[in-house]
């Protein structure tokens, strides 16, 4: 299993970013998906998760209205859309996966989101 985020980067406060997490080598689709952070210093936090099948989400309360979470199973891709991007949304942004299956989570490698004038 393999899971690879990607579109993180330098934005100025009030812009947007779409990170992306391509999930491999699952043998089945039943795999609850989640974004989280970790800035420097503090413990890494949940931003944003999605059911295997797209039906349910949560967030966190400093992120409401402001990110959204989807999924695409064909492509096996979830997506964070950030928009309205604050200093504080700086962190390091994690992919996770749940296996309802196996009981097994798995963790990306990160992507670096930095929101900066």
């Known amino acids: 299993v393999q899971l690879v985020e990607s579109g993180g980067g330098l934005v100025q406060p009030g812009g947007s970013l779409r990170l992306s997490c391509v999930a491999s080598?699952?043998?089945?689709?039943?795999?609850?998906m989640s974004w989280y952070r970790q800035a420097s210093g503090k413990e890494r936090e949940l931003v944003a998760g999605?059911?295997?099948?797209?039906?349910?989400?949560n967030y966190a309360d400093s992120v409401k209205g402001r990110f959204t979470i989807s999924r695409d199973t064909a492509k096996d891709t979830v997506y964070l859309q950030m928009n309205s991007l604050k200093p504080e949304d700086t962190a390091v942004y994690y992919c996770k996966a749940y296996s309802r299956q196996s009981g097994r989570t798995y963790w990306g490698q990160g992507t670096q989101v930095t929101v900066s004038s």
């Open positions: 999605i059911t295997s099948t797209g039906a349910g989400t």
């Open positions: 080598g699952f043998a089945h689709s039943n795999v609850d």
